[in-house]
């Protein structure tokens, strides 16, 4: 897969004066012939670092895709098994091909002896779900025997990620009931995706319009650009690594509150404000305070996050009094971001509406996030596995900005 890097070329930093840390040069403008390693703007913002058939954010036009596919669509659509075909084989199923990949993945469900034994002793020493995942995904691997992709082939690698993404639910909902004193629940191969894991959450066969409602957040968030746990999970499976520690690193990704976001934070905020003659209040304090409202913003969108669309539409179907007040909130928490803040464009991101469809879908907040990288994992997965067919390694370079060296080592 070829590099295609699109940056600006600066010569490396000024070394500058022993005592204090040299001044890195500001980087060159785009497309400056220099000789010295190509500089970034920070936090790789803007930067295409690879190509990829998986799928792209179009911010400006608030447009996401999977393939060659609308991602909102598909999610309205079309089932996560068939999202999770196209993802890792490019294509839809036809019936055929479906029923055949869902039952293969049904049966990939269960989780070996050997993790199931220890999960208890995970959620006693880790209760929050998915600081849980990332030991008992690590566990998952080694106990499969899952080899370094670099000496694997293409047929293999997609086994092991297969069926690493068909036990994250397993391990994610045992997780959270072992936390809180109770059994887990077996996953039940006759269900659906989305209708077993709110069964392995409750353990009880959840409502069709529940179960569709979780689809659709499901598959609306498999994938999302080259977002930090993704490149995370890219940049360790170009060093050949295996499926599950490509998975454990995004996870670790993931949990940072930059990133994983919070949904239940959204909710929080509802619960503040109240009641709908708080709204105004509420809201304006705690922008006039420079603070942020939860669910409002985006770093990539400058127009309505697609998704927020989509939720916003679902939470509606499932209507009732929370889905009132927050379709009202809404739109004063716009209306005065619009006031107080003339100059930017802050729109509904995906977060705000998330948080109500869990909810009304009867998840606990705790395990929002962890839903959130139930369905992030196949995404992973499939970066994962485009990635490993690339056999170079990535490797960038920083620019060094400390002490010139070298200076005498002192003596003791
Ligand atoms: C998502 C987020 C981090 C994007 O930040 P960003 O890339 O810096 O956003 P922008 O460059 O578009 O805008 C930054 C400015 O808009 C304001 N702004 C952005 N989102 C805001 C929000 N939700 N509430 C109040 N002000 C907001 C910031 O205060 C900042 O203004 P300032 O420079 O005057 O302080 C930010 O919008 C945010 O913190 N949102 C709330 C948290 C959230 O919902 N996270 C989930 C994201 S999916």
Redesign the pocket.
Same mark, same amino acid.
Not at 40 to 54: K, Q, Y
Not at 227 to 254: E, M, P, Q, W, Y
Not at 288 to 308: A, C, K, L, Q
Not at 361 to 366: A, D, E, F, I, M
């Given at each position: 897969m070829p590099s295609t890097a699109t940056t600006s070329r600066a010569q490396s930093g000024d070394p500058g004066s022993p005592s204090e840390p040299a001044k890195p040069d500001a980087p060159a403008t785009p497309g400056a012939s220099a000789g010295g390693p190509i500089v970034v703007p920070p936090g790789l913002a803007g930067v295409s670092v690879t190509d990829t058939s998986i799928g792209h954010v179009r911010g400006r036009e608030g447009f996401y895709h999977y393939r060659q596919y609308s991602a909102v669509d598909l999610a309205e659509r079309r089932t996560v098994e068939d999202v999770w075909h196209l993802l890792f084989s490019g294509e839809l199923p036809d019936s055929e091909q479906r029923a055949e990949f869902t039952a293969r993945l049904a049966a990939y469900r269960e989780v070996p002896a050997g993790v199931r034994d220890v999960l208890p002793a995970i959620a006693a020493a880790a209760p929050a779900p998915l600081d849980g995942l990332r030991t008992a995904l690590s566990l998952a691997g080694a106990a499969q025997g899952m080899r370094p992709m670099w000496d694997l082939d293409e047929v293999a690698r997609r086994e092991d990620a297969l069926r690493l993404c068909a036990q994250v639910p397993t391990l994610l909902t045992a997780l959270h009931r072992l936390a809180r004193g109770e059994e887990p629940i077996p996953p039940r191969p006759d269900l659906p995706y989305a209708a077993n894991y709110l069964f392995m959450l409750t353990g009880t066969e959840p409502r069709p319009e529940h179960s569709r409602a979780i689809e659709r957040y499901l598959v609306s968030t498999i994938d999302h650009g080259f977002n930090a746990s993704t490149f995370t999970a890219r940049v360790i499976a170009s060093t050949g690594a295996d499926v599950a520690a490509c998975l454990v690193g995004a996870v670790g990704a993931l949990s940072g509150p930059?990133h994983g976001?919070?949904?239940s934070?959204?909710l929080d905020a509802l619960d503040a404000i109240g009641t709908p003659d708080r709204i105004d209040a509420w809201v304006r304090d705690? *922008?006039e305070n420079?603070?942020?409202?939860?669910?409002?913003?985006?770093?990539?969108y400058?127009t309505e996050?697609p998704r927020s669309r989509l939720l916003r539409r679902t939470a509606r179907e499932l209507g009732g009094d929370l889905v009132e007040f927050a379709t009202a909130v809404e739109s004063r928490?716009l209306a005065l971001?619009a006031e107080?803040?003339p100059?930017?464009? *802050?729109h509904t991101?995906?977060?705000?509406y998330a948080g109500v469809v869990m909810e009304l879908c009867g998840l606990p907040r705790t395990m929002f996030t962890p839903t959130f990288a139930s369905s992030r994992v196949i995404g992973w997965s499939a970066h994962v596995l485009e990635q490993a067919r690339d056999r170079k390694i990535i490797r960038p370079d920083a620019r060094y900005v400390g002490t010139p060296p070298p200076q005498p080592v002192p003596e003791i």
């Amino acid at each position: 897969m070829p590099s295609t890097a699109t940056t600006s070329r600066a010569q490396s930093g000024d070394p500058g004066s022993p005592s204090e840390p040299a001044k890195p040069d500001a980087p060159a403008t785009p497309g400056a012939s220099a000789g010295g390693p190509i500089v970034v703007p920070p936090g790789l913002a803007g930067v295409s670092v690879t190509d990829t058939s998986i799928g792209h954010v179009r911010g400006r036009e608030g447009f996401y895709h999977y393939r060659q596919y609308s991602a909102v669509d598909l999610a309205e659509r079309r089932t996560v098994e068939d999202v999770w075909h196209l993802l890792f084989s490019g294509e839809l199923p036809d019936s055929e091909q479906r029923a055949e990949f869902t039952a293969r993945l049904a049966a990939y469900r269960e989780v070996p002896a050997g993790v199931r034994d220890v999960l208890p002793a995970i959620a006693a020493a880790a209760p929050a779900p998915l600081d849980g995942l990332r030991t008992a995904l690590s566990l998952a691997g080694a106990a499969q025997g899952m080899r370094p992709m670099w000496d694997l082939d293409e047929v293999a690698r997609r086994e092991d990620a297969l069926r690493l993404c068909a036990q994250v639910p397993t391990l994610l909902t045992a997780l959270h009931r072992l936390a809180r004193g109770e059994e887990p629940i077996p996953p039940r191969p006759d269900l659906p995706y989305a209708a077993n894991y709110l069964f392995m959450l409750t353990g009880t066969e959840p409502r069709p319009e529940h179960s569709r409602a979780i689809e659709r957040y499901l598959v609306s968030t498999i994938d999302h650009g080259f977002n930090a746990s993704t490149f995370t999970a890219r940049v360790i499976a170009s060093t050949g690594a295996d499926v599950a520690a490509c998975l454990v690193g995004a996870v670790g990704a993931l949990s940072g509150p930059l990133h994983g976001g919070a949904p239940s934070r959204a909710l929080d905020a509802l619960d503040a404000i109240g009641t709908p003659d708080r709204i105004d209040a509420w809201v304006r304090d705690r *922008i006039e305070n420079g603070e942020r409202i939860m669910g409002f913003g985006h770093p990539v969108y400058r127009t309505e996050d697609p998704r927020s669309r989509l939720l916003r539409r679902t939470a509606r179907e499932l209507g009732g009094d929370l889905v009132e007040f927050a379709t009202a909130v809404e739109s004063r928490v716009l209306a005065l971001l619009a006031e107080l803040k003339p100059d930017r464009e *802050i729109h509904t991101n995906v977060e705000f509406y998330a948080g109500v469809v869990m909810e009304l879908c009867g998840l606990p907040r705790t395990m929002f996030t962890p839903t959130f990288a139930s369905s992030r994992v196949i995404g992973w997965s499939a970066h994962v596995l485009e990635q490993a067919r690339d056999r170079k390694i990535i490797r960038p370079d920083a620019r060094y900005v400390g002490t010139p060296p070298p200076q005498p080592v002192p003596e003791i």
